[in-house]
Antibody, heavy 123, light 108 residues
């Protein structure tokens, strides 16, 4: 069974930094792209970043580009999100997500989700 | 950027059929995926690639996609289907993933 467990959330001041981690188990970690998706309190889902199997391809939402850095360690089956220059609007539950490959358009979908870790940014 | 639209809410009586639309420009050319999020829980994939179901998802959940609208259909609605439902596509021009705003399904 696929397990994704996030950690590292907490309370941070605006302008501060934090690093989220995600520990994976139950599947061949290096065979899947991974992503971070966030959800502000009472709001919808927002894709944050994706990283390919070998870290060759990395993508960010415009809202975090230049401030967040995604990385992975295939040997340790772990995914990370380094978040700098944090803003109040970054406050959200951050989900670690495994990506599946779409057979129709070459894109991706999110086939397994962790329970999330909460980041609160206060001024 | 690519924008998806969904109605904020849909209400349905138990045993009836709920249809949740997801609108987008020429969305029929894209692959649409659907997620269910019950209160206090993480999202769960219920339909991928327009109409495929992951293992463990009941046949009551089905999807279609054509033109400018994709639709998630929940047949024989049960109380446990009450949740938020989000559609998602891959925006190939920028290699971004896009979510719809979500639809709250209320079982009357």
């Amino acid at each position: 069974e696929v397990h994704l467990v996030e950690s590292g959330g907490g309370l941070v001041k605006t302008g501060g930094s934090l690093r989220l981690s995600c520990a994976a188990s139950g599947f061949t970690f290096s065979s899947y792209s991974l992503a971070w998706v966030r959800q502000a309190p009472g709001k919808g889902l927002e894709w944050v970043s994706s990283i390919s199997r070998s870290s060759l391809y990395i993508y960010y939402a415009d809202s975090v580009k230049g401030r967040f850095t995604v990385s992975r360690d295939n040997a340790k089956k772990s995914l990370f999100l380094q978040m700098n220059s944090l803003r109040v609007e970054d406050t959200a539950l951050y989900f670690c997500v495994r990506e599946g490959d779409s057979a129709k358009d070459g894109g991706y979908y999110f086939d397994n989700w962790g329970q999330g870790t909460l980041l609160t940014v206060s001024s | 950027s690519y924008v998806l639209t969904q109605p904020p809410s849909v209400s349905v009586a138990p045993g009836q059929t709920a249809r949740i639309p997801c609108g987008g420009s020429d969305i029929g050319s894209k692959s649409v995926h659907w997620f269910q999020q019950r209160p206090g829980q993480a999202p769960r994939l219920v339909v991928y690639d327009d109409s495929d179901r992951p293992s463990g998802i009941p046949e009551r959940f089905s999807g279609s996609n054509s033109g400018n609208t994709a639709t998630l259909t929940i047949s024989r609605v049960e109380a446990g289907d009450e949740a938020d439902y989000f559609c998602q596509v891959w925006h190939s021009l920028r290699d971004h993933k896009v979510f719809g705003p979500g639809t709250k399904v209320t079982v009357l």
